[in-house]
């Protein structure tokens, strides 16, 4: 399925692997985290980063360790009102620091993909006939926003430090 | 009162942008009715028994009368003259076409208003004690952290998709007219032990079919820590509670499965991380909004402060202030209840008259300022008690000066099946019938305090639980049933009615609440309450006579 960040589509280079598939030699391979769970050190065969698809109920603490080796972590809800999604990416993000790239794969719809952003989405493997064109229209819809401690622009701050930016 | 800044109506006029294009989705077919129904939901659009249904937020239930004409007008335009006043300080329109959304959500964006979040599983329109700012023991204006609430809560990216609805009340007082512990959180503003404001915070309370009073899982939270709180509670609820079961997943099963003292374990390791997380409000960014609080200029003359009012040779007026009238914080000053509860008529409706009316008179004599209650009633909060009398003599003509605040005819009643798709049975017409049995004033007043309130099903809109007679419309083979519970509370002293035995039909139902009321008369104490001679004397005696004739 496509992949697309907020720019548009782009080329997704991650090669998924099932938990009995060999590791392939220097290409990056998207592996279970039952996977990396089982074979342990033996899952990087030292080559890093690798990337990991976890669940939205996967309690995010334990990736902890490994996250400096971890380029990908994908995030499957059961569907696409599951909103612990959100919860996963600002774990990630804001309080365990990952940089790397955070993915959601599977079932959200287009106007969740600003709040998607806004926990620390970066790219977007969408189900068939998704609205590729409304989420992408509806990224640029609000300019700043209210919640503290995210990446975008706050109004909180930016009433107190710079001129209000006026009527939208 | 706070006034919008050209971010937040920015916020307000992009969600109509934002809304409008939802529509054309879905008018066009891009949208599918699956994928459109939670983003309809979170702009308050329902789709009824009949239309649609559009709930408009009255944010901590306080209104200007610029913004009541604006209500008013809509009445008019897209619905049938009438908007109804719900248990949440909403306003609910029953008659509204999909395509006309957009420009009610425009229209009440010119007046700083909107629809955000009234239903869906968002956190839902933050309500607040309809004497704020004006109760005369109250700690703090409690709108203040309503409207932090507000803010921070509006589009909030991480709980816009949780298991079930979030509601969230704020009262400061002792004594709570925004029934705080039966919300999903209840904040209620107190005293730290060096006197300054702090946050006691309940959570886990709630009606429905599960009914709890929420247990306090924070004493006396600092109250620059707020948004920190929130947002562990949340995250907490957001990733445990239970999204197997609609009918399992608000917060209060997942506190009462887990247990307070591990709930607020969960939540407390998760705020010690939150807290520097920079999520609190920023100091000056309260100070800002607390400057919008800040007292109107009162009257000072004499006249007002002198003890003798005008017109209180009059019983009919006497009456009405006994009710209608309460003390108020600045001297010479009470707080009026307008009733929306006419006899024989349906609770919380206004008509696009009535609301205009409201808003002339709360240009004449309240500052401008109106509130909207939980008990769907509508408040002027600051009027001069020299002008009580002109102000009643206007509203009798205007037919709102009904001396029946918090009397037996004072009822709470949902939509029920004259609206609602859930619904089991009417709540409505049993309403009226109840309010004309005891149509006679002085007959109510010798009642006293008795808070009927009224469900057509076990999701409890109409809070059955927390009535002092609470009744519950159920189906019984394709029949309307009603079930009749005593003793709950939606107070300070919070607690959950028990059901008193077999239901009873439509007409029986009727007969059986004065059955209750005569008990009640008979057995009473001198000055004892309803409540209080329920809890002295149990459901004994009222099961007695009830059952007894049958």
Known sequence: MPVFDASGLVDDHWIVLGDADPLPAGAPVLLTWERIARDGEAAFAGRDPRGVAISSDFDVAKLLPLLPRIGLVVVKPANFKDGRVFSVGRLLRQRYGFNGDLRIQGEFIPDQVPFLVRCGYSSFEAAPGFDLDAALRLLKVFAFNYQTGLADKNIFALRHNQPAAGRA | ?550
Not at chain 2, 338 to 353: F, N, V
Not at chain 2, 409 to 432: E, F, K, M, V
Not at chain 2, 492 to 516: C, H, N, Q, Y
Request: with cysteine; proline share 5%.
């Open chain 2, 1 to 550: 009162m706070y006034q919008y800044d050209a971010y937040d109506q920015a916020m307000v006029d992009t969600r109509v942008a934002e809304f409008r294009d939802q529509v054309a989705r879905r008018l066009s077919g891009a949208l599918s009715e699956e994928h459109f129904r939670p983003l309809r939901l979170l702009n308050g659009l329902y789709l009824q028994l009949h239309a649609y249904m559009l709930r408009v937020a009255i944010p901590y239930g306080t209104l200007t009368s610029r913004q009541m004409r604006t209500l008013a007008d809509i009445a008019e335009k897209y619905d049938r003259g009438y908007g109804h006043f719900t248990t949440r300080q909403n306003i609910q329109y029953n008659w509204i076409k999909l395509e006309q959304a957009p420009d009610i959500l425009a229209d009440l964006a010119a007046v700083q208003m909107h629809a955000i979040q009234t239903s869906g599983n968002v956190i839902r329109n933050v309500t607040a004690d309809h004497f704020a700012g004006v109760a005369k023991d109250e700690v703090e204006d409690p709108r203040i952290a309503a409207e932090i609430i507000r803010q921070w809560s509006t589009f909030h990216p991480e709980f816009s998709f949780l298991p079930r609805k979030f509601k969230i009340a704020v009262t400061a007082d002792t004594k709570d007219r925004a029934a705080v512990k039966f919300h999903d959180i209840g904040i209620a503003i107190v005293k730290d032990a060096k006197g300054a404001p702090a946050y006691d915070v309940y959570v886990g309370g709630g009606m429905g079919r599960t009914p709890f009073v929420a247990p306090l899982i924070k004493s006396k939270l600092p109250k620059t820590e707020l948004l920190s709180y929130l947002d562990a509670t949340l995250r907490v609820y957001n990733r445990y509670g239970r999204r197997d079961n609609i009918y399992k997943a608000r917060i209060k099963i997942l506190v009462d499965a887990l247990g307070p003292e591990e709930f607020a374990r969960q939540v407390e390791d998760e705020w010690q991380l939150t807290r520097q997380e920079h999520i609190n409000l920023p100091p000056e960014e309260e100070a800002r909004i607390r400057a919008f609080f800040a007292p109107p200029a009162y009257t000072t003359e004499a006249a007002d402060l002198a003890a003798n009012m005008p017109g209180t040779n009059d019983p009919a007026f006497r009456a009405w202030l006994s009710t209608n009238t309460h003390a108020h914080k600045a001297a010479g000053y009470s707080i009026v209840t307008i009733s929306l509860k006419p006899i024989g008529g349906i609770p919380g409706d206004a008509s696009t008259a009535e609301m205009n009316r409201v808003a002339d008179l709360a240009d004449t004599y309240s500052l401008g300022e109106i509130r909207v209650t939980h008990e769907q009633n509508l408040i002027l909060p600051h009027v001069r008690r020299s002008q009580l009398h002109a102000l009643w003599t206007e509203l009798k003509t205007a037919g709102l000066a009904v001396a029946n605040a918090g009397l037996v005819t004072d009822i709470i009643a949902c939509p029920g099946l004259d609206y609602c798709a859930l619904a089991n049975a009417r709540s409505i017409p049993i309403a009226q019938r109840i309010s004309e049995r005891f149509a006679d004033l002085d007959r109510q007043h010798s009642v006293g305090e008795l808070k009927i309130k009224i469900s057509g099903c076990i999701n409890a809109c109409g809070h059955h639980h927390a009535g002092h007679i609470g009744i519950l419309g159920v189906d019984r083979k394709g029949e309307e049933f009603y079930q009749i519970l005593l003793g709950g509370s939606g107070a300070e002293d919070a607690s959950i009615g028990t059901i008193l035995g077999p239901g009873f039909s439509a007409d029986g139902v009727v007969d059986a609440v004065e059955t209750i009321v005569n008990t009640y008369v008979d057995l009473r104490q001198p000055g004892e309450p309803f409540l209080a001679a329920v809890r002295r004397v149990g459901n004994g005696p009222f099961k007695e006579r009830l059952y007894a004739r049958v």
